[in-house]
């Protein structure tokens, strides 16, 4: 399927500020293992104003129809937390942090802010592979007295098969702007890359586990 021009629009982004790099010749290996000729800074977006600025923008339009019932905006611990500050302010909604565990002294506080019992809460972070840290964080939320139905990203990998059913389960619905097959189809548009980079990327994208074990990686992810 075609990516739509929200998704098109995310990735050219991504790729004009030097967000998104494709490598098939040298594997990027990730603190899981895992072997990839791709990889995403989100990061680096925290730099670009006019970038972040229009991302925010299609973030808020792309949750048009659920902001209505997000009382506050959560960012997680680490990279999730600008993002959240951004959406919030596009958004007009207050918002706190969920830092990946009790900070361990003081008030023993993971939800930093002030979060209402009861509150209706749209997690942000930058990015998701398989969902994991999501699930963490939305129990930490919960366990608050929060009430977690959203979470948004503006980078999905898009090609975990357990991501969705993970989330599904965790009754959390996933927003994105972009996924890797988008910014596949970006680069071939764009001709960014030699064609034989942008077949491995595809290779990778159709299965990961396969590409990553035989370029010496493993088979974990995580966010």
Same mark, same amino acid.
């Given at each position: 399927m075609?990516? #739509? !021009?929200?998704?098109?629009?995310?990735?050219? $982004?991504? *790729?004009? $500020? +030097?967000?998104?790099? %494709?490598?098939?010749?040298? !594997? *990027? $290996? %990730?603190? #899981? +293992?895992?072997? #990839? !000729?791709?990889y995403v800074d989100c990061r680096w977006i925290i730099s670009w104003l006019e970038a972040r600025r229009t991302l925010m923008r299609l973030g808020a339009e792309k949750l048009k129809d659920v902001v209505g019932g997000v009382d506050i905006v959560a960012g997680g611990e680490t990279a999730g937390i600008p993002f959240a500050a951004f959406l919030s302010e596009e958004l007009g909604r207050p918002m706190v942090y969920v830092r990946k565990q009790p900070k361990g002294f003081g008030r023993m506080a993971q939800i930093e802010g002030d979060l209402k019992d009861g509150a209706r809460v749209l997690l942000v972070e930058d990015l998701s592979t398989d969902g994991k840290s999501k699930i963490r964080f939305c129990e930490a939320l919960r366990k608050a007295g929060a009430t977690v139905e959203h979470a948004f990203v503006i980078f999905d990998y898009g090609i975990f098969p357990n991501a969705g059913e993970n989330m599904k389960k965790l009754g959390v619905a996933m927003h994105h702007l972009c996924t890797w097959w988008d910014a596949l189809e970006e680069a071939r548009a764009g001709k960014r890359f030699d064609q034989k980079t942008l077949d491995e990327v595809e290779a990778f994208l159709k299965d990961p586990v396969s590409w990553s074990v035989a370029h010496g990686g493993a088979t974990g992810t995580g966010g």
């Open positions: 075609p990516s #739509s !021009p929200v998704a098109r629009q995310t990735a050219k $982004i991504l *790729f004009d $500020i +030097g967000a998104v790099h %494709f490598n098939a010749e040298k !594997p *990027f $290996i %990730f603190t #899981s +293992g895992w072997a #990839s !000729p791709v």
